[in-house]
Nanobody, 119 residues
Framework: QVQLVESGGGLVQPGGSLRLSCAASGSIFSINTMGWYRQAPGKQRELVAA???????HYADSVKGRFTISRDNAKNTVDLQMNNLKPEDTAVYYC?????????????WGQGTQVTVSS
């Protein structure tokens, strides 16, 4: 079983910064992708940023240049540095871990952390 524990959400003014962290524990295959998704009220969950265990990154167009994803493979942690936050970044942010092993896909989610950008 795999558990993901997130931290770092909160309330911030427009233009401010927040850093989200996620720690994974349990039976994790070393070749995996960790990422952050978000879901705003009334909207579908969307990918914000992802990073593979090899270090390749992917960002949603809406956050490019403002958010940076990073990870520590030895600790199974992933962070999301969010700068120049905008009100439209307000959402519940979810940590995700996924990997394939023996032709089976494993997909895990954290409990979510609220990010509110408001003056």
């Amino acid at each position: 079983q795999v558990q993901l524990v997130e931290s770092g959400g909160g309330l911030v003014q427009p233009g401010g910064s927040l850093r989200l962290s996620c720690a994974a524990s349990g039976s994790i295959f070393s070749i995996n992708t960790m990422g952050w998704y978000r879901q705003a009220p009334g909207k579908q969950r969307e990918l914000v940023a992802a990073i593979t265990s090899g270090g390749s990154t992917h960002y949603a167009d809406s956050v490019k240049g403002r958010f940076t994803i990073s990870r520590d493979n030895a600790k199974n942690t992933v962070d999301l540095q969010m700068n120049n936050l905008k009100p439209e970044d307000t959402a519940v942010y979810y940590c995700n871990l996924n990997f394939e092993l023996l032709l089976q896909t494993y997909n895990y989610w954290g409990q979510g952390t609220q990010v509110t950008v408001s003056s």
